[in-house]
């Protein structure tokens, strides 16, 4: 009994251990910077990767999402001065509550109406934000204040590490045990048929609707992190490129793998700070670099992995 | 068991199921035949809830009263509380009043295992609360277990136990029909309707399904079954609805039907006896 | 009134440059299954091609021709793409043509710049007055274009045999094959004639907004949600849809706020959507589960 469970948390076991490494290796305050984005994303896209890669709902609106719902923690604790964590806790409620009610209409689409539909959404909200300036500062943006935690601030990069480390791997763990519960189950199921999923008993449109908040929470809570870590929140973060940026990351990295999503968001937020050395070639090549792995690793950079493993084992 | 009465489904200008009625009696396999678009799975999509009724009214025997026998007096019945209106109730809520079904496409998750398609079936027993998942509460742990063994029991009885842990998609059609056929019955319904189980099969799988159904039967199980294989359906039916162009066109014994002139007339050189 | 009419009229003008997207739109769609997510670069690769060959001091019809050649071109390496895709599941293809995008405006940041940049009119700067409201020549000459090439593209899909082997294509392409048109072709015309359209609207639209190269995406997402306004499965919904969202658009900025007039498609979309997803026409549904 203790050697299957311990074989079950080995990835997490490493991955800690990589985590625990990783600050050493870091030379100065940028590279943490590009760290902690990471992990951040990483977070963001574990969630959506739920939505698309489990329960096989595309959206294109989670960069508007997730913006509106740190917009808002940032308003509460910038202009109204509420605690940070309260904030945090009304934002998730609100969007929580929000996104139930959207998802209702929204996901009797399907397929491409489907990504239409949340894409309409995320730029709805992108418009809004920039509109209303005298709540959200406009395009411009908005300086966010501290960030603490029962007074305990947070406000050096080692504890903004440490902190989003450790959400990091309890949301996997969470996540992992959630996959494969009886919830999970259905939710996989619902990728590939619902009138299966129907037929033993379970709501499909309710299950749905739980996968897509969840989703929207996860994002929420994540990029209310990196508004309070970077200082700074713009409606830029709303953005359809910010979306598209997100679904990129999820497909990238192989759909419907928990690792899939951490390896796409890695390597698609390290990547354009790679790029840089292309100066104005930049777009041009991340362009390509999408399209050429589209076309040729569909199941994600994760196969790659697989293949990779199975070639070890063959040999074992 | 179920009483469907003066049924109809309109698509536009069409009557693709027109005024049908007919009686399912409890522990019974009761055939639903007839030729291609005659309206079988219209209605048995109404059936289950997938489509909306246009007309008329469905009625199921209540669960806690299973042991009542149904009296002829419907409307006694329904003042006594015997029988509830399911009439456009969806499908997932009529399986927790003890109804599933088939599909005739198979529907199937392909990406799930065998036995997790088998634990799906299960779905109505198990707790799914996020926060109890979240952390692997006991409960759940517990439960899993629990129906991970019936499940494995369930796949041992149809000689399935090597490809438990195999990728659906992986595996053959005839193979899956009896795996939807398991998922079904892992619902623990008290009304199942097979949508054209055998469609697609050869000789002996056939005949495996027909064993099934017929042992299903045994234990009490109402059946409803849609189905084109003649041979199949006189051998395992105790009542026959023929059903043509939406409309009931002849109901009783299988040997009354064989022998109905009607049905005769509108397949045309189909008869066969029963043994 | 003068007022009303002027923003109809500008609205019109706009919902035809919509109505070209857009139908880029549904003939991909209608042929291959695929949004077409980089749909507005091929408007912006049109546009910004015939500002530079122009430059160059070519002879104004000339760059007419190779503007829509080299998008044409562009259009035809994307079926390429798609065609040697190992999975063609919807939501690769999403990303493919996302990933396009990106690469076309890269490549339009590279090769050109990433300047405004302004066509001069092609019919000159002059206007006339209807109803007290202005309307300027090239206004006129982005609807009569729009209306002709509407038109030349009904004679194409029912009188030619090439277009009627693309409308039996989208209809059934099993019945296609047997019939022995070669369905790879016709995709790829498909996608020639969706680019091509799509540089037309860009050429048309350069003299009037300035272009440069990120336009593509504002307006792809306009002209998809003509499109679906109109209806996807409808040949030429994507003309009422422009027009209506062109209309919308313009009223909204004109007498409700400015700020708010991109969202207007988006709103429509979303209303489509949810109330008639087949589009104003069609009693054809979306897939609803």
């Known amino acids: 009994m203790k050697n299957i469970k311990l074989k079950n948390i080995k990835d997490l076991i490493i991955l800690s251990a990589i985590l625990v490494i990783i600050p050493f290796l870091l030379k100065n305050g940028f590279y943490y910077e590009i760290v902690i984005l990471c992990i951040l994303n990483a977070i963001i ?69 489907l990504a239409m539909a949340t894409l309409g959404v995320g730029i709805i909200i992108y418009i809004t934000l920039n509109a209303q300036a005298n709540i959200t500062g406009g395009p411009d943006g908005m300086g966010v204040g501290l960030f603490s935690v029962f007074g305990y601030a947070i406000d050096t990069n080692l504890k903004w590490y440490i902190f989003s480390a450790v959400f990091l791997i309890l949301l996997i763990a969470i996540f992992k045990n959630i996959i494969n519960s009886p919830f999970g189950r259905i939710m996989r199921g619902i990728r590939d048929s619902s009138q299966a999923v129907s037929s033993v008993g379970a709501d499909v449109a309710k299950y749905k609707s739980y996968v897509f908040v969840i989703s929207v929470i996860v994002a929420v809570v994540a990029s209310s992190m990196y508004a309070f870590f970077s200082g700074f929140i713009s409606p830029g973060e709303a953005s359809f490129n910010r979306s598209i940026e997100l679904v990129v990351m999820v497909v990238f990295g192989g759909i419907g793998r928990i690792y899939g999503a951490l390896i796409g968001a890695v390597f698609l937020t390290v990547l354009p700070q790679m790029l840089t050395s292309f100066e104005d070639y930049e777009t041009l090549v991340y362009g390509a670099i999408i399209i050429f792995v589209m076309i040729f ?5 994760i196969s790659l992995f697989d293949r990779f493993n199975k070639a070890i084992h063959a040999n074992s | ?89 969806p499908m997932h809520k009529l399986v927790h009043k003890g109804v599933c079904r088939t599909f005739q496409h198979l529907e199937i998750c392909e990406n799930l295992t065998v036995l997790e398609n088998i634990m799906l079936g299960f779905n109505r027993f198990m707790s799914k609360n996020i926060f109890l998942s979240s ?141 | 009134m003068n007022e009303l009419f002027s923003l109809l009229l500008s609205g019109i003008t706009v919902g035809f440059i919509y109505a070209l997207v857009g139908m880029g739109f549904t003939v991909i769609y209608n042929s291959s299954g695929i949004i077409n997510f980089s749909q507005g670069e091929f408007v912006m690769a049109g546009g910004m091609s015939a500002v530079f060959l122009l430059k160059t001091g070519m002879p104004f019809g000339l760059v007419f021709i190779l503007s829509i050649a080299i998008t044409a071109l ?216």
């Open chain 1, 45 to 113: 896209c574990i969630g959506l990767n739920l939505l698309i890669g489990y329960a096989g709902q595309i959206s294109l609106g989670h960069g508007g999402l997730a913006a509106l719902g740190a917009y808002i923690t940032v308003i509460l604790t910038t202009n109204y001065a509420f605690p940070a964590l309260l904030s945090l806790f009304i934002s998730v409620v609100f969007m929580a509550i929000f996104a139930y009610v959207i998802s209702k209409p929204i996901l009797k689409l399907q397929g491409h109406y």
């Open chain 1, 297 to 301: 690793m569909p199941k994600g950079i």
């Open chain 2, 135 to 275: 952390i692997k509460s006991k409960k759940i742990t517990e439960n899993e277990q629990k129906y991970e063994y019936e499940a494995i029991k369930y796949l041992k009885i149809f000689n399935l136990e090597k490809i438990i842990y195999h990728k659906a998609s992986s595996l053959s059609y005839g193979i899956l029909k009896k795996i939807e056929i398991i998922r079904a019955l892992s619902t623990k319904p008290r009304l199942i309707l097979f949508d054209e189980p055998v469609a697609g099969l050869n000789p002996k799988e056939t005949a495996e399904v027909s064993q099934i159904i017929k042992e299903v039967a045994k234990d009490g199980l109402s059946v409803i079954l849609v189905e084109h294989d003649m041979k199949m359906v006189m051998q395992v039916s105790d009542e026959v609805t023929v059903v043509n162009f939406g409309r009931k066109l002849a109901n009783g014994t299988p040997l009354e039907i064989a022998n109905n002139e009607d049905v005769i007339k509108a397949y045309l050189g189909t008869k066969y006896v029963k043994n």
């Open chain 3, 74 to 289: 562009l259009g035809i390496l994307l079926w390429k793409l798609i065609d040697i895709s190992k999975e063609k599941s919807i939501i690769s293809m999403i990303i493919l043509t996302l990933g396009y995008s990106i690469f076309l405006r890269g490549l339009a940041a590279v090769i050109f710049d990433k300047e405004l940049h302004t066509l001069p009119s092609f019919v000159g700067n002059g206007s006339f007055e209807i109803f007290g409201a202005v309307l300027t020549y090239q206004s006129l000459l982005i609807m009569v274009v729009s209306i002709i090439i509407v038109i030349s593209l009904h004679l194409f899909f029912s009188k030619t045999k090439t277009g009627k082997a693309m409308v039996a294509t989208s209809d059934n392409v099993n019945s296609a094959k047997l019939m022995g048109i070669n369905i790879k072709r016709i995709l790829m015309l498909n996608f020639a004639l969706s680019a091509m359209i799509a540089a037309i609207g860009g050429i048309l639209l350069a003299p009037i907004t300035s272009t440069n190269y990120e336009i593509g995406i504002m307006l792809g997402l306009k002209g998809f949600s003509a499109a679906v306004i109109g209806g996807l499965s409808q040949p030429f919904g994507a003309v009422v849809g422009g027009l209506v969202l062109g209309i919308l658009e313009s009223l909204v900025a004109g007498y409700i706020s400015s700020e708010y007039k991109d969202a207007v498609a988006f709103i429509a979309l979303l209303g489509i959507l949810f109330f008639m997803p087949g589009g104003i026409f069609s009693n054809l549904k979306a897939k609803r589960v």
């Open chain 2, 1 to 89: 068991m179920l009483i469907v009465r003066e049924l109809s489904k309109k698509f536009g200008g069409i009557n693709a199921v027109d005024d049908l009625s007919f009686n399912v009696k409890k522990g019974t396999i009761h055939s639903i035949i007839g030729p291609n678009g005659a309206g079988k799975t219209t209605l048995v999509n109404m059936i289950t809830g997938i489509y909306k009724v246009t007309r008329g009214e469905i009625y199921l025997q209540k669960g806690d009263l299973a042991n009542l026998p149904p009296s002829n007096d419907d409307i006694k019945d329904m003042i006594h509380g015997v029988r509830e209106n399911i009439t456009n109730m």
